[in-house]
């Protein structure tokens, strides 16, 4: 009984992305109105259509380590990159960059990711290596972690840099990770228990399930780990049969 009841979790829901737009189609229509050819590239690519199954998606991981976490007034210290499947994670495939600010970094945030002026100013412009970042994500799903950060910073540097920004389809496991917590809460039983949603920090979130502990605010780490807890996540809580379309935003 308790295994059919588990099954029957797993088929539900956990997020509402009845507001995701039909990302094929959007992408069509970028192609052919973005003025910069690296952008027309990256949205020219075919990207999964939402009735895949996850277990068919390439997906690849992305993390930023930033100068703060105002989109309008911080930058983008580093990106890491990590393609993955359901099924494989491929770290010789991963990237990693330390990209220039333009701007001195605060203390606060140098003993946060250990980033230093001096490696900054030596650093490449992002929209130097942008070719780089839009290949390595064409035609895939970008899975993060709170998906403000990266979508907000990646369009405004853009914005700023080259001044066109950037639409993309993301799987955010802190939402997943967010939606079991509730539902791990609901019913008489835990209401009586006083039962609360446990943290979604990513950190927190893998010592549910037993992954290793990395150090984290090192964007190619941090972009593993996120791979790694989507990946638990949909083991425990979905199923790889289950359409792209239930989790894309």
Known sequence: MMRLFQSQQKDLPLLNTSS????PSLFRTLAETSKDSRLKRYYSAPIPAAETPLKDVEFVSMDFETTGLNAQEDAILTIGLVPFTLQRIQCSGSA??????????????????????SEVKSAPQLEDILDQIL???????????????ER????????????EGIQFPVIDTLDIEYAIQLRQCTGFRNWLKGKKPGSVR???????????????????TD?????????????????????LSTFWQ
């Open 96 to 117: 990693h960059w330390v990209v220039n600010p333009n701007r001195e970094l605060n203390e606060e945030s140098v003993v946060i990711h250990g980033i230093t002026d």
């Open 135 to 149: 290949n390595a994500i064409a035609g895939k799903i970008v899975v993060v972690h709170y998906k403000n950060i």
């Open 152 to 163: 907000q910073f990646f369009n405004n540097t853009l914005l700023e840099r080259i001044g």
């Open 223 to 243: 972009a593993l780990a996120t791979a790694e807890l989507l990946q638990a996540q949909l083991q425990y809580y979905s199923n790889p049969n289950v359409s």
């Open 202 to 220: 990513l950190g927190q979130a893998r010592t549910r399930y037993k992954l290793p502990i990395y150090q984290p605010h090192h964007a190619l």
């Open 20 to 23: 995701t737009p039909d990302w």
